[in-house]
């Protein structure tokens, strides 16, 4: 930072202000150059590997066994990094992917309707929706194991909010996910295993809301608090197996060895 003391004239201020600007202004030019340079003339694959069908940005790709491959967003990138095997299978032949882009560029396709573009937002919500299951069920099992031990209506009301909301996320988590699913050409064993714990994770939480009704219009009896604790528990190993299997199919088997 520059400081005019009294009596300095304002050419000796401006003159090194003038080569800062010079200076930055050549930085960004040789950051734009670099990037055009780095950047391919023509894709080669038109879609993405890992969001299968989806048209790829020619500005997200990636370098990966000798060969380039394009991607529709950075998280489809950010997925192909840490499990590009899952995702290889996905790409085609060079050759073919070079003549589709050609095709493509001469006859651009037109943009979804509305409903499809919505219906295809709902499928890839589901990791924003699965963590609340998952977080709540485990809350709501904790609250109500306390208040087993204290006798607290806080700790009852708790339970019993959590339990009704992670119900209410269960749901579309696990709706969004079988679709979700349902739209990847391939499937392996740990995708069905993920898809069917999350379904029956949804049914446990229903479950849990229906024995929490129960318990509370027979003023929480013994029994019906015991049966609606089980359902809690169960409901909340199902939400984190699910969780398991839903990490490996982003990140590997081999993630979380130790």
Known sequence: MWICEPGTSTRRLVLP?????KSLLAVFILMFAAQAASQPQEPTNPTCPVMVGDRIDPEIFLDHQ????WFADETARELFEFAPDDYLPNLPAE???VEAQVVSSTEPEPPPPFVARAFRLFKRSHPAFVHFPIAL???AATAEVLSLRWQR???????AWCTILAALGALPAAVSGWFLAASHNQTTIALDVHRWLGVATAVSACLSVVLLIGAVRSDYPVTARRYYL??????????????HFGAIL????????F
């Open 250 to 257: 982003v990140y590997g088997a081999e993630y979380l060895r």
């Open 230 to 243: 089980v359902s809690l528990i169960g409901g909340a190993f199902l939400a984190g197996i699910a969780g």
């Open 95 to 97: 050759v073919e992917w």
């Open 137 to 139: 069920l485990i809350a």
């Open 66 to 69: 000798g060969r380039r491959i």
């Open 17 to 21: 202000l003038h080569w800062i600007y």
């Open 153 to 159: 209506r806080g700790l009852r009301a708790a339970s």
